[in-house]
């Protein structure tokens, strides 16, 4: 870094001293040199642009060069950089289509990187593109997208001038003047508030342009007045007198326009009857300098020798020169060698008197400047004085200060310690009485499990005597009855045998369905997923279109929970074949990482749940809560009447 600092230092230097052609080959040496990849960047933009603006065939490779490198620190800012110097470089050689193809993916990747900055750089190059190519619409598309963005934002952008320009020339060349003199305005504005020197005579070339080609002469002569005063605080009486700048016309146009001479002749004869004999001479002195530049030495002879003494007369002496100087070379051109000769000596003299003028004004200047500074000097001191009594007393404040802060800090401190005691023994009793109700919940809890557990003990046993007791008495009773069936003649005829056998039948249903509901041998024999399936096959012999999905369900979850999960499943499964008449039941029971999730839902009657809750709870919504609870897990239901009911059940494996 310190070698690529010294090289920067020594190249800068040479470039001050040395030949312009200097500067891309001092580029091209501190990139060689770079050993930081973002300065190396950097480099490579400016020696890109550089030479684009010069036409140069290396842009290609440098701004490829560029556009890769910043691809590869991930600076897409400069990569779309790089990649419309690339653009320009073809436009610039006349291929317009490859240049718009270029922009035109770049503008993709703005938008797809949401480098925001760039989409309007890039939609004003486009603009500018389809604008010089005649494509008026595609132009003024892509610079009004731009002008919605800068104006979006917060602080208007100062670049936002650029598409004013470009809106304003468009707007002119659609014979819109109004709209036309509104955006060029805002860019005339835009740039003198920024005192941006070459933006603003940029803007003000383009706008006195305007008010000239538009016989707006009133205006011109403001653009040429506000021309005038930045020309003399920019340049000598010499270089304005020698190589003149005024705002129409000559060197406002590149090139001759068959309309130029009747517009100046228009805009003299508008000043002349507006009594402003100023505005005409400059006028007219425009006209000379262009018939010059056609030609026309004489004609332009007359005009300038007409112009001179208004100028004399209104004490004008730079213009008088510039005149004075522009008859020198028309008399020599013409051969008329004394009256050249003549114009040389008198503007020579008043260059010289020009010259001694700006050196005593110079002088006086340094005068007021060097007063000036002393003043400051002193001031200065006189500050430092203030300063330093200031700081002495701040820091007596500052002691004083951060003694009674010590001293409040003290007693706080100790005022504090007192209240955190105490607050750490009303804590240290909450959380006594904290605990003490825990205790007394998992007593309950204990309670609870041993009570449903119990249950669960009593149900099996009475399962069990009942199929094994009354089960096979009913099943001994069935077989004598189908004994004496042959010699029961006279009761088949009175059909008893047959009404006899149906409640038999009957019978041995209901103590295998009540056996089954208290200890269901699916349950037993096929785990939980099968005695659940077995309730949704029950569901379904009853006419319900039952969806049953179990996901993830683990085989160790434990017998007392598979119990409440198969009892809390068969009660709202035995509450929608009662109650609801519905024909869709969906039942989802989904284990995932340490918690188990049941949904329960169906179409039927629905219920106002929050009535029923406010009330004493039926037996069956009793149940499920204290199976819910057992299982430190929570539940909610959300029913409408004529709705359908839907039961969402959650309960952690922990």
């Known amino acids: 870094m310190k070698v690529t600092a010294f090289l920067i230092i020594f190249l800068l230097f040479s470039f001050r001293t040395g030949h312009a052609s200097t500067y891309p080959d001092s580029l091209r040496t501190l990139i060689r040199h770079s050993e930081d990849p973002p300065e190396k960047l950097r480099l490579l933009l400016d020696l890109s642009d550089y030479l684009r603006m010069r036409k140069n065939d290396s842009t290609l490779v440098l701004a490829q060069q560029a556009e890769a490198l910043a691809m590869e620190l991930e600076d897409y800012e400069s990569a779309l950089a790089a990649t419309a110097t690339r653009a320009l470089f073809y436009h610039s050689i006349g291929d317009a289509e490859n240049a718009k193809t270029i922009l035109l993916t770049a503008l993709r990747n703005a938008n797809a990187w949401a480098v925001s900055d760039m989409i309007p750089v ?81 803007v003000l070339f383009q706008i006195a342009d305007f008010y000239f080609s538009t016989d707006q002469f009133a205006q011109l002569a403001e653009m040429k007045t506000i021309w005038d005063e930045r020309q003399a605080k920019r340049r000598t009486a010499r270089e304005l007198m020698e190589l003149p700048e005024h705002t129409s016309l000559l060197y406002l146009f590149g090139e001759i326009k068959p309309d130029i001479i009747p517009r100046l002749e228009r805009a003299a004869a508008f000043y002349r009857q507006s009594g402003k004999l100023f505005n005409e001479a400059w006028t007219l002195e425009n006209l000379g300098f262009y018939l010059h530049r056609e030609g026309q030495y004489e004609r332009a002879i007359d005009i300038l020798e007409g112009v001179l003494p208004v100028y004399r007369e209104a004490n004008r002496t730079v213009r008088a020169g510039t005149v004075q100087y522009e008859l020198y070379k028309l008399y020599k051109a013409t051969g008329q060698v004394e009256n050249a000769l003549q114009n040389l000596e008198e503007y020579t003299t008043l260059k010289d008197s020009l010259r001694s003028e700006e050196i005593e004004n110079n002088l006086a200047d340094l005068q007021v400047q060097y007063q000036t500074e002393k003043q400051e000097q002193q001031l200065r001191i006189q500050e430092l004085e203030l300063e330093q009594k200031t700081q002495q007393l701040n820091v007596f404040l500052i002691a004083t ?18 209240q955190t005691n105490r607050q750490l023994s009303a804590q240290a009793s909450e959380i006594q009485a904290q605990k003490i109700r825990q205790l007394e919940q998992d007593n309950q809890l204990l309670s609870l499990n041993a009570m449903i557990e119990g249950q669960e003990s009593e149900r099996m046993r009475i399962a069990q005597d009942l199929h094994d007791g009354i089960g096979g008495l009913l099943t001994t009773v069935k077989a004598h009855f189908y004994a004496i ?104 029971l989904l284990q995932h990482g340490q918690e188990i999730s049941l949904i329960v839902e169906d179409d039927g009657r629905g219920f106002n749940y929050q009535a029923i809750a406010g009330k004493t709870p039926s037996l069956g919504l009793k149940n499920i809560a204290s199976r819910v609870k057992f299982l430190k897990g929570s539940w909610d239901v959300d029913s ?12 952690p494996l922990d």
């Open 122 to 202: 890039l939609q004003n190059n486009l603009a500018l593109i389809y604008r010089r190519e005649g494509q008026r619409d595609s132009a003024f598309y892509y610079w009004s997208e731009a002008e919605k963005y800068y104006e979006a934002q917060v602080d208007l952008p100062y670049e936002v001038w650029r598409i004013y320009l470009g809106m304003g020339n468009l707007y002119w060349e659609r014979n819109d003047l109004e709209n036309a003199e509104r955006y060029l305005r805002k860019a005339y504005d835009l740039t003198a508030d920024r005192n941006k020197a070459v933006d603003f005579g940029f």
């Open 640 to 651: 409408v009447p004529g709705e359908g009911t839907t039961v969402m059940i959650r309960i």
């Open 401 to 418: 200060i951060v003694l009674a802060i010590l001293a409040f800090t003290i007693f706080f401190g100790y005022r504090q310690r007192l």
């Open 485 to 588: 069936q042959e010699q029961v003649d006279k009761l088949q005829q009175l059909n008893i045998y047959q009404r006899t056998n149906e409640l038999i039948d009957e019978a041995c249903v209901e103590v295998r369905r009540i056996s089954q509901n208290m200890m269901p041998r699916a349950l037993q024999l096929l785990g939980l997923q099968g005695a659940i399936e077995d309730l949704a096959t029950q569901l379904r012999q009853k006419g319900m279109n039952c969806e049953l999905e179990i996901i993830g369900l683990s085989d160790d979850l434990g017998r007392p929970r598979k119990v409440m999960l198969f009892r809390i499943i068969q009660e709202l499964c035995n509450n929608i074949s009662k109650h609801a008449g519905a024909s869709q039941v969906f039942i989802q």
